[in-house]
């Protein structure tokens, strides 16, 4: 069982940053493959970032390829995204998500845990 705490959300102006963190607790966390999602008013979930538990290798989505940045401290446990040149398109609610399996980084089904989410505003 892997229990996900999201924070670092908020209001900000376009082209601004925030950096996202995701809290984990539970087992073999290290093992886990760790991606970050978003959901904006009237649309459907989507990928925007993972990262993989062996190498630490990162995909991300072309819409925030270049501007976000995602990385993980296994010893802390811990899951962030970096997001700069933030656009109002990003506005959405960002979730944290862990998938054991690692078989399909970018989709939803993939996961078996899923955090509450974080608000993340962009406007002037």
């Known amino acids: 069982q892997v229990q996900l705490v999201e924070s670092g959300g908020g209001l900000v102006q376009p082209g601004g940053s925030l950096r996202l963190s995701c809290a984990a607790s539970?087992?073999?966390?290290?093992?886990?493959?760790m991606g970050w999602f978003r959901q904006a008013p009237g649309k459907e979930r989507e990928f925007v970032a993972g990262i993989s538990w062996r190498r630490g290798t990162t995909y991300y989505a072309d819409s925030v390829k270049g501007r976000f940045t995602i990385s993980r401290d296994n010893a802390k446990k811990m899951v962030y995204l970096q997001m700069n040149s933030l656009e109002p398109e990003d506005t959405a609610v960002y979730s944290c998500?862990?998938?054991?399996?690692?078989?399909?980084?970018?989709?939803?089904?993939?996961?078996?845990?899923w955090g509450q989410g974080t608000q993340v505003t962009v406007s002037s």
């Open positions: 998500a862990a998938d054991l399996s690692g078989s399909g980084i970018h989709e939803i089904g993939s996961y078996d845990y």
């Open positions: 539970g087992r073999d966390f290290s093992y886990y493959t």
